[in-house]
Structures are given as structure tokens and as C-alpha cells.
């Protein structure tokens, strides 16, 4: 028995074992029930775990269109792996075409210097790349049924030794992103001052393509090359859409890619008239979460906007009155505090206004809101302009004395 063999029975046992803990937990029992639900369960939430957090930067990096490029640049390897070597040979092949295929993107698009150029190389690449891809399934005759399954996923065929390759091509992924997470949300924010900080945007970019490669790879033969990009991008528009951070961004990411796996996994196992294909099951749930999440941003933003047109109902806590040309008016203490900084006092919600003195009391100490009284005015003389311009302009006159 080989090493190899070895690795993949005891992770075999390690998943059987995991079925009968999680067998009678709820939500998990219907998938633990048999081990042709459960594997293909295992790789839903292992997708969705990662593709959320890559995702994000993909996000935040605005290079959506390249990741695009990549999963289609990958497909040659996975083609020539499926042809030349079998089903279990494809992680290995699309592996070392995705470390090409990352290292020919990553210097088309940094080399352009302006984005139209940028995006005509990556599109060069995407359609060469795919082309190769299909050239190479047809070498062998007519092979539409396997460059259909190839292309669109077999989920529910997912075996230990596929379970286990993607899950090692999840964890380059994952490191590859975690050693440099600061580095790539620094330069998604702001370029130009990643570039004078000296970070090495070039790697960056490098490295960032690698992981979505190692995505797109693990997912190939159980997604498809078609719908990972989806998987790949919706759960970070969604984080997007949802949250101003972050890391609340890879919290909303990881539930949708999570969530919206196991929900579109138990909608296409669910009793229906006509089969459904479980991993265009989980893209569609996907994309109906995202949709969600944009109506409520919608919504949130039209309410927003018509308060701030409107303007918000005064405030009826910890208010007194102030006495303005005879009329009471309400007024917040505590936001007329804030706008004196300078008084160097805190906020007093029980302050109390004197009408007759003008004064509040923050505190104890009073202070006067009245206006300073106006000063008495100086009227000078004035002179007789009239007999100034009588003076013809050529006169002489006579200079006055400088007083001593």
C-alpha cells in the first residue's frame, strides 16, 4: 500500500466519522444520512468558507474581470488532466497550469498602463487559454459529455480522494491570503500609497491571482469552471453591499458562501417533479441572498434620504426651551454642549434653562447665552465736501504742522 493510498483511506475515515457526530444534529441529519449527501456537503461549506474571504479582496480589489479570466485560464489543465490521466488526476494538472496561467495575468495587467489595456491583455488571455482548452478535449474524439461535466460539475460525485485535493488546494489559498491580508486590503484602499510605502504590488497581485487559481482548481471538479466564478464573487458583493467594514464584510461573505451552500444543497435534494442540479442550485441561492441584501441596501438608503430631505422629529429627551422673541422653542442641552468645545464642560442632560437670565447651568457653573451689549456709537464731524471741491486741483496747499 502506498503512502498515498494510506493518506486518503484515513481521511476517508476521518469524514465517516464526522458523519455519524453530526448525524443527529438538525439541519445536518438529512445529509448525514448517506455518504453521497455528505461529501458533497463537506465541499459546499469548504468552498464557501474560502471563496468568501478571497472573495472579498477580489472585492475590495475591484478584479472581478480577472478572476474571471483566471477561471477559464485554468481550464486547460483541467481538461488535459481529465483526458490524459482521469477524473483524479485533474487537481494536479490545473495546478500547474494555474501557476502559469496566474503568472501570465499577473504581468499582463501590471505591465498596461492604463485599465482599457489592462482589460484587453486579460481578455487576450482569457479566450487563448480557454481555446487551448478546448482544442485539447477534442484530441481524443468526441468527448462532449466529459467537457460537459467538466465545465458545469458533477457535485453529488464527489469522492475522499477529491475531498482531500481540494481541500489542500484550499489551504494554499487560505495562506496565501492570510500572510498577506493587510497588505492587500491596504493596497485595495488606496494604490497609490501602497506603491510609496513600498509594498511590492507586483506580488501582491501575484499572489492574490495564485489563491483565486487555487480556488477555481479545488472547485473544478465539483462546481465547474462555469459557475465557480459565481461562487467566488457573490458572497463578497454581498459583504459589500451589507457592511462598511471589513471585517464585517468577511462575516456577511462566509454567511452567504456557508448558508447559502447548505440551503441550496437541501433545495436540490428536496422532493421536486424534475431533478435539479445541485451546484446551479447553490449559485441561484446565492444570488437570491445578494439580492436580498441589495433591495434592503436600497431600502436603507431611500429612508435615509428622505429623512435627511424631511428632517429628523426634535428630540423630546433631556430638552429645555429657549425664549426667543417672546416664542418657546425646544432646543437639545446636550447638543448645544457639544457645539461649544471650547467651554471644556461636559454634557449635562438635566441642565436647566433661565429664561430671564439667558443662562443654562452645565454642571453648576452658569453660562450666559446672551449677546454682548452693542457699544455706543462714535459719531465724528463732518466736513463741508461741498467747498473741498471748490479747491482747484493745481492749488498749492500749505502743509499742516506736525504736532510736537
Known amino acids: 500500500m502506498s503512502a498515498a493510498t494510506a493518506t486518503t483511506g484515513a481521511f476517508a475515515d476521518l469524514v465517516e466519522s464526522l458523519r455519524h457526530l453530526v448525524a443527529h444534529v438538525p439541519g445536518l441529519a438529512p445529509f448525514a444520512s448517506a455518504p453521497y449527501l455528505f461529501r458533497p456537503l463537506l465541499m459546499i461549506v469548504l468552498l464557501g468558507g474560502v471563496c468568501a474571504v478571497v472573495g472579498t479582496l ?79 478535449s477534442l484530441a481524443k474524439g468526441d468527448m462532449s459529455g466529459q467537457l460537459e461535466a467538466l465545465m458545469f460539475g458533477r457535485l453529488l460525485e464527489v469522492t ?68 465557480v466564478i459565481g461562487y467566488l464573487v457573490i458572497p463578497g458583493a454581498t459583504g459589500r453591499v451589507l457592511a462598511g467594514r471589513v471585517a464585517t464584510m468577511v462575516a456577511v461573505a462566509l454567511g452567504v458562501g456557508i448558508g447559502g451552500g447548505w440551503l441550496g444543497l437541501a433545495i436540490a435534494i428536496a422532493p421536486m417533479p424534475h431533478p435539479v442540479s445541485p ?16 433591495a434592503r441596501a436600497w431600502l436603507r438608503s431611500r429612508i435615509r434620504h428622505r429623512i435627511a430631505v424631511v428632517g429628523p422629529r426634535p428630540c423630546v429627551e433631556h430638552t429645555g426651551h429657549a425664549s426667543i422673541g417672546g416664542l418657546m422653542e425646544p432646543f437639545d442641552v446636550a447638543a448645544l454642549i457639544v457645539s461649544l468645545p471650547h467651554l471644556h464642560l461636559k454634557p449635562d442632560p438635566t441642565a436647566v434653562l433661565h429664561q430671564v437670565s439667558g443662562q443654562i447651568r452645565v454642571g453648576g457653573v452658569p453660562i450666559d447665552l446672551r449677546l454682548t451689549p452693542a457699544e455706543p456709537p462714535e459719531v465724528g464731524s463732518v466736513q463741508d465736501i461741498r467747498r473741498a471741491h471748490l479747491i482747484p486741483s493745481h492749488a498749492w496747499v500749505p502743509p499742516r504742522p506736525i504736532p510736537r
Request: hydrophobic share 65%.
Open 279 to 294: 451546484q446551479a442550485a447553490v449559485a441561484l441561492t446565492m444570488t437570491a441572498l445578494f439580492l436580498v441584501a441589495a
Open 58 to 136: 477580489v472585492n475590495l480589489r475591484t478584479t472581478e474581470f480577472t478572476a474571471e479570466a483566471m477561471v477559464h485560464a485554468v481550464f486547460p489543465g483541467i481538461v488535459a488532466g481529465a483526458v490524459y490521466g482521469g477524473i483524479d488526476r485533474i487537481v494536479p494538472a490545473a495546478g500547474a497550469v494555474a501557476v502559469l496561467a496566474a503568472a501570465v495575468l499577473t504581468r499582463v495587467t501590471n505591465r498596461a498602463t492604463r485599465r482599457s489595456a489592462s482589460e484587453a491583455g486579460t481578455a487576450v488571455v482569457l479566450t487563448s487559454f480557454f481555446s487551448i482548452g478546448i482544442v485539447l
Open 160 to 227: 475522499d480522494l477529491r475531498l482531500a485535493q481540494a481541500l489542500l488546494m484550499c489551504l494554499v489559498a487560505l495562506a496565501a491570503v492570510a500572510v498577506t491580508w493587510k497588505e492587500q486590503v491596504a493596497y485595495a484602499f488606496d494604490p497609490v500609497g501602497a506603491r510609496a510605502g513600498g509594498m511590492r504590488l507586483l506580488v501582491l497581485d501575484l499572489v492574490l491571482n495564485m489563491a483565486v487559481a487555487a480556488v477555481v482548481v479545488s472547485a473544478s471538479t465539483a462546481v465547474g469552471t462555469l459557475l
